[in-house]
């Protein structure tokens, strides 16, 4: 089931990006999987972000947004002031990474798989994450 709530993960995150808008809290508390349409829910909008229309999405923000654990290298470094629908591929990805540790029947390959998966979502330079929309 882990590996199924992965791919509604990423295809609820890419449906949020799709409507411009940026989740900035991504974490395993504010995921739900639904059970009854296989669907995983992202909750918790409080600090997500609607992008005018047409304009990159990104958020530039004067503090930290969302839960330190979560937050991409680049944010959590200092590097960037600014938030990019791949900052939520790394939290997302980390959720999952975060949720497979605690997981205790999954296969050695359901890990393999989803480590390689997870692995690209986690990469230090944000140009080298797939957008949620390549990741699914």
Known sequence: Q???????LFE???DLHSRNILHLDIKPENMKWDAEF???KILDMGCSVKVPAGQPLTH???????TINYLPPEIKQGK???FSD???????GK??????????????NEVA????FIERTQATDPSDRPTASEAR
């Open 2 to 8: 882990v590996v199924l709530m992965s791919l509604r």
């Open 12 to 14: 609820e995150l890419a």
């Open 38 to 40: 296989n669907r995983c």
């Open 60 to 66: 530039e923000a004067f503090h930290i947004i969302g």
């Open 80 to 82: 960037e002031n600014t």
């Open 86 to 92: 791949k900052g939520d591929v790394f939290a997302a």
């Open 95 to 108: 959720s999952l990474k975060d949720i497979i540790e605690k997981a205790k029947n999954l296969t050695e």
């Open 113 to 116: 798989v989803l480590s390689k």
